[in-house]
Every structure is written in C-alpha cells, then in structure tokens.
C-alpha cells in the first residue's frame, strides 16, 4: 500500500492506497491532501477567513460554497433526527466553556469563573438553490465533527480512483472497495486494550470526552457539549465508537448515542442495528447494534 500523512482540520489524517494497475496513487493522495486542506478553509470556527466564520459573523452569507451548505442541511438533518443531542448550533457554548481557539491553544484557568451554559437549539435557514445560508439572531454554527465527517467521505471517493483504501482522520475514517484481505481490520480501543474490527466495508467514527479536557473555574470541560443544557455532556460514557455507511452518519451517530448514556444508548443502537461499541466512565466495554458477536 502507498501512504500519505499529514496535519489538517486539528488532527491527523493517515491516507493508505493498495494501487490498481496503472493507476496513479501519487497524484491521487495529493488531490486528497489539497481536499483536506481546501475544506478546512471553508468551514474551519478556528480560521478568521473561513465562510463559516463570516456566517458567523454577519449572520447570513449569500453564494456559499456548495459544502458549507450541504455540511449545515445534513447538519440541520441530523439535529431533527437525533432529537436535538447532535446540534451545530453548539458555538456558544463551547466558546463559553473555553474552547474559543484550537485546541494546542487551550490553556487552564481555574481562576476564572466557571463558565455558563451556552445557548444552543438556534434558527438556521437554507436555501440550497440560492446558496444562501442565514442565522437567526445570537445564533452561531460549529460543524467541526460533521466538517471532518464530510471531508473524510469526500478524499476516500478521490482516492478510491487509484485503488482500495483508507482514510483516517484521528478516529473518524472512511474506506472504498476491497483490500487484498476481502475485509478492512481496525484496530479500536476498548476500556482494558483494544479490540480488533473486522467489517467488510464503510465508515467508523469515534465520539470520546477523555481526550480534549481542560479546565475552567476549578471544573474540567471537555468538548463534547450536550445541547440539551448547553453544557458538556454529563453522560455515563466515557467514547462510543460506531460502524455506519458514511463518515458523516457515523460521527453524527456516535455524538449522539455519547450524549444518550449508556442505557439509552444500547437501546437505540440495537433498535436501529447500528454496530456500537461504548465504553463506560467506570470502566468496562459494552457492545451494542449486533457487534457482540464480533471478535
């Protein structure tokens, strides 16, 4: 297989290749790095210069980007669909608790008073047609999870030209046609070590509070902001891990059965026969949606 790494989008994207005969992996492997890089510019909070931060800013943006639109309608999508736990309309709340620039940047302060709730659950409106993307007032849009989810499924159709592969983006990752095995095997970490994952094709993605933690007034953040309050997710999870047809539906699934806890979670996952593997804040491993019988 041919690689590629590279920084993009606050992690790290790991693309891998098996080539078809004749084809060009080279050339492939760098149209996906100036993807990656190309959407950042577009949908990155973090960015000044981005359309989403001057949708931010002015509120409304007229000739938007054809992704930044369809990154808010599957966004908006997923909000109704979930009932609210995934939401991009997070922003200020998580500028309230502390994640306000990226996250190498992100600093403690327990000196600083702990933050309130933010506002979540804001009127957007799209008009695809017209490319036109409006906020409704004190409303503001942070689409990092979807916008990694999007970009993930968007370089693996560009790689696939070249052949079976892979494109992971710390976690979140995508895969085309059939390697030389028949089947992909990912490697996931449970509570107690890791487990390997075998499935014959798709998407997997990882929504987890234990990584990107920080402190504010004495109390610890971390990410992962459950909409409902406006404040991070107090769940009994500690990551969900979950198998799904795209990268985006597997971060928007994963999000969500996070901020459910672990009772509502395997419920729905097993409702909706959504491979699941949840690994719980005391420490065990528990699989869900049809994974039990997974080695």
Known sequence: MQRLVFPAMGTRIDCLVEP???ARPGAALQLVQEEFRRLEELLSRFLPGSQLSRLNRDGALDDAAPELVECVRLAL???E???GRFDPTIHDAIVACGYDRSFEEVEDADDAPPPAAGRCGGAVRVDAACRRVELGAGTRLDLGGIAKGYAVDRACDLLA???PCIVNAGGDLATRGEPPEGTWRIGIETATGSRQLTFEGGAIATSGRD???WRRGGVEQHHLIDPRTGRPAATDLLRVTVVAGTAVEAEVLAKALL???EADAVREADGLGVPALLVTADG???AAGGL???G
Do not use: I, L, S
Request: charged share 40%.
């Open 20 to 22: 078809d005969e004749g």
């Open 77 to 79: 999508e997923a909000r």
């Open 81 to 83: 669909r979930t009932g």
């Open 161 to 163: 030209t070249a052949g």
């Open 211 to 213: 990584a990107r933690r």
């Open 259 to 261: 901020v459910a806890g």
């Open 284 to 286: 065990r491993t528990v």
């Open 292 to 294: 039990a019988h997974e």
